[in-house]
């Protein structure tokens, strides 16, 4: 049997720091340390060419067990749904309207940190009712 390997999931986007950071808050992952030799990320970015400074960002689970976010710079902006998205787990094992008030206190809580609120699916005797929501720069994820 094949060993399991570490995921990191990437996201391309115009502005890689402020993803990032709003990331962090959502999923209470934090910016790893600056490379060795450097005080703070800022004075790492200095390092590189003008091209290169501000192309990318990251953020990890404080306690290892979730996958490494990154962040890259892309030319080009968003204009079609994601293909992959994340699902943030904000109302597991609760299920009728004490789950949809779990997934709309913690839907004010993202949006006050500059998310979208989508629209709010309700169950459907299959599927436990969910919030789709967009991050700062649009990218869809959902509240389930």
Do not use: I
């Amino acid at each position: 049997m094949a060993s399991v390997k570490q995921v990191q999931v990437t996201f391309d986007c115009a502005e890689p720091e402020r993803v990032a950071r709003f990331w962090c808050e959502v999923l209470g992952y934090v910016v790893p340390p600056p490379p060795p030799g450097f005080a703070d990320w800022d004075e790492f970015d200095r390092t590189l060419p003008p091209e290169r400074q501000g192309s990318a960002f990251a953020c990890v689970d404080p306690s290892g067990v979730g996958p490494r976010l990154f962040f890259q710079r892309v030319p080009e902006g968003k204009v079609v749904k994601n293909r992959l998205h994340l699902d943030v787990r904000a109302g597991t094992g609760l299920v009728g309207e004490e789950r949809v008030a779990a997934l709309e206190a913690e839907g004010a809580r993202l949006v006050a940190l500059g998310a979208v609120k989508v629209r709010l699916l309700r169950a459907d005797g299959f599927n436990e009712s969910c919030l789709v929501m967009q991050d700062v720069e649009g990218n869809e994820f959902c509240l389930d």
